[in-house]
């Protein structure tokens, strides 16, 4: 009768409230070679789905909050700093023994409108950084193990700095700016730069690496490189290269946003059927034994539990079905194909 009852319950309860209710599959973790990690990004919204919560903390090791920590979400109005949802990340993963990382402190995307509609003096704009970093990286001390300080800096055409309003508020010294705030704020975090599309070699890579080298010469404080890996199955020329000039400079280097997109029909199935998704699986190992290949390669994460939460249909109209995991939690070939490269099949 009790059973039965909470049969009930649980069934209404995606009627009720819109969480889907969806069974995790029994997987094998994910168990990278050496010190590295293996992590996933996470809604806060979506842990009310048992099956979603189940499957990340029975395949990941860490976790990143998706958007919780961004600036709209943590100080979404001047001085009131908000941080519920990114504690209930943190809260989760850290119950279920998993490390976290923080993304990001500083991103000329999901600001709030009041930052975005100033016009701070520099003078004021650093103390509106300082205080931002201070704020946020103090709340979470100890139970951060990893930020992203400054996220996609760098344009993709020229490798120059984009066009913020960090930018233009600071000079381009905003970017030591942050990493050295940050430090003060949390000595013991790594601190990262995180950007797109700089893991093959290109005018994006080369100015990544400009940055990075610069930032090295006049000793600001960062740690690594987090390349974000939103991928198709297209080739990565210079892949390898890539990393070890990452490397060379003295950095951690970090896999931190993974999904290889296909091209899929209306109902959001690959339209290459088994075929697709077995290049997608191969893209997986690629990206992954390139990390494990690499000594200094420290963490590897995963954009998303499943294809149904995915960010990529809505950006990239025509494709999706990018993570290892269908909208119905079942276990594609890449996640098999993932977990054998990070083990260093
Ligand atoms: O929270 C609102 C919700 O209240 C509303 O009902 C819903 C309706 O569309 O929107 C929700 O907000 C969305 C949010 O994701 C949460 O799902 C925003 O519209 C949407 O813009 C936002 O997209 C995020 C995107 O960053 C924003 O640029 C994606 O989830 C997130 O995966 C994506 O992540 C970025 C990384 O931070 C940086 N690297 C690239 C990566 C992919 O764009």
Same mark, same amino acid.
């Given at each position: 009768m009790v059973v039965a009852l909470l049969v009930g319950v649980a069934a209404l309860r995606g009627t009720l409230d819109g969480v889907p209710d969806r069974d995790a599959p029994a997987v094998s973790p994910l168990r990278p070679a050496g010190d590295r990690y293996a992590g996933v990004a996470i809604r806060a919204d979506l842990l009310d789905d048992e099956g979603y919560a189940e499957l990340a903390a029975r395949a990941y090791g860490a976790v990143t909050p998706e958007n919780e920590l961004k600036w709209e979400r943590t $100080?979404? /109005?001047?001085g009131r700093y908000t941080f519920d949802d990114a504690d209930r990340v943190v809260d989760w993963a850290r119950s279920h023994g998993m490390r976290v990382r923080g993304h @990001?402190?500083?991103?000329?995307? $999901?600001? #709030?409108r009041w930052l975005t509609d100033l016009r701070p003096s520099r003078r004021r704009a650093i103390a509106l950084l300082r205080d931002h970093i201070r704020t946020v990286m103090g709340h979470f001390r100890g139970r951060i193990?990893?930020? =992203?300080?400054?996220?996609? !800096?760098? /344009?993709? =055409?020229?490798? @120059?700095?984009? +066009?913020?309003p960090w930018l233009r508020w600071i000079g381009p010294e905003y970017v030591d700016l942050a990493f050295r705030f940050a430090r003060e704020a949390d000595p013991r975090a790594r601190l990262v730069y995180n950007d797109y599309? @700089?893991? $093959?070699?290109g005018t994006k890579a080369d100015g990544v690496l400009r940055l990075l080298r610069g930032l090295k010469a006049r000793g600001v404080p960062v740690d690594a490189v987090g390349? $974000?890996?939103?991928?198709?199955?297209e080739r990565l020329p210079g892949f390898t290269a890539t990393l070890e000039r990452y490397a060379a400079l003295g950095l951690d280097v970090l896999f931190t946003e993974v999904d290889v997109r296909v091209p899929v029909g209306g109902d959001g199935? #690959?339209?290459?059927?088994e075929a697709a998704l077995a290049d997608q699986a191969g893209r997986y190992a690629t990206l992954a034994r390139g990390c494990v290949a690499l000594p200094a390669c420290k963490g590897f994460v995963v954009w998303g539990v499943d294809d149904a939460d995915s960010w990529v249909p809505e950006a990239y109209p025509? /494709?999706?079905? !990018?993570? #290892?995991? +269908?909208?119905?939690?079942r276990e594609k070939p890449a996640y098999g194909a993932l977990r054998d490269a990070l083990a260093g099949g």
């Open positions: $100080q979404p /109005e001047r @990001a402190l500083v991103w000329h995307l $999901q600001n #709030p193990h990893e930020w =992203d300080v400054v996220n996609e !800096a760098v /344009e993709d =055409d020229r490798g @120059a700095l984009r +066009d913020t599309g @700089a893991e $093959q070699e390349l $974000q890996g939103h991928v198709s199955t199935a #690959p339209t290459g059927g025509g /494709e999706g079905a !990018a993570l #290892p995991f +269908d909208g119905d939690l």
